[in-house]
């Protein structure tokens, strides 16, 4: 198969183990520890997936130990086996996420980004991919746009910047929950500036440039992956006519 639906079936493979690991839970555990186990089993069921359809690969991933060798590899796959795991330790939470991306260098280019990439929401039994991502249409009509910000790290420049486009803040947890909310049309844009990791937006961000929408830095820069030092700590992600008046919001209320 394609590396689109490669990490498409993978991704919902680890969801599909990650609704289970939820419901078998024992009662003793706590959110955090049950978080750390879903963390923990997700990612070796990805590393194992990997190792079997795409040996020659290097992997970045959230949960494992880092590697040099990845700078020099020319396919990297970039990996959050559960975004959110926070949520996911909390009943009736479904804004968590599995992020599965590819990083490619071009022949003859230093670099050329992410080529493939998926993010399950295995508690809305939701999988989307780069390759068949569609933006649907806002649901926002004649009132401002629905801004995602995190619930624990919200943007010091938010309240600002959506008093400027007349916009309206909303909490939601993990990065993946939040990138796929824009797409469904559920919200317009989600700021983020509290720190991030290339595992946090790099699948978000792949599927949500192959649908069309806006990505980038908060300056309005690119966004670049596999990096000596993963740590990419904002993001901008929108519809693509809001793009221009937030980064100017933003820019204003730095």
């Not at 419901?23 to 049950?34: D, F, S």
């Not at 990845?70 to 949520?87: K, Q, T």
């Not at 007349?166 to 824009?182: H, P, Q, R």
């Amino acid at each position: 198969m394609n590396d689109s639906r490669l990490a498409a079936q993978i991704a919902e493979e680890a969801g599909q183990l990650l609704l289970q690991v939820r419901a078998e839970a024992p009662a003793h555990l706590t959110p955090k520890q049950l978080g750390q186990r879903g963390d923990k089993l997700a990612n070796e069921m990805l590393l194992r997936r990997l190792a079997q359809l795409r040996p020659d690969d290097a992997v970045l991933s959230e949960e494992s130990a880092d590697s040099p060798q990845r700078l020099s590899s020319d396919r990297v796959w970039i990996i959050d086996p559960l975004d959110g795991s926070r949520e996911f330790g909390l009943p009736d939470h479904d804004d968590w996420a599995v992020h599965v991306a590819l990083w490619q260098r071009s022949a003859g280019t230093e670099r050329a980004g992410i080529t493939a990439a998926a993010v399950a929401q295995p508690a809305l039994g939701a999988v989307y991919a780069d390759d068949d991502a569609v933006l649907a249409g806002s649901g926002a009509a004649g009132s401002g746009p629905r801004i995602l910000v995190s619930a624990s790290r919200p943007p010091v420049f938010a309240a600002a910047m959506a008093q400027a486009v007349g916009g309206e803040l909303v909490t939601m947890g993990s990065a993946g929950a939040k990138a796929m909310a824009v797409l469904r049309g559920d919200a317009e844009a989600y700021v983020h500036a509290g720190g991030q990791w290339e595992w946090d937006s790099a699948a978000p961000v792949g599927v949500v440039l192959a649908a069309g929408l806006h990505a980038s830095r908060v300056d309005g820069s690119p966004l670049r992956y596999n990096e000596a030092h993963p740590y990419l700590p904002d993001l901008l992600i929108c519809r693509p006519e809001l793009a221009q008046p937030l980064l100017s919001a933003i820019a204003a209320a730095g």
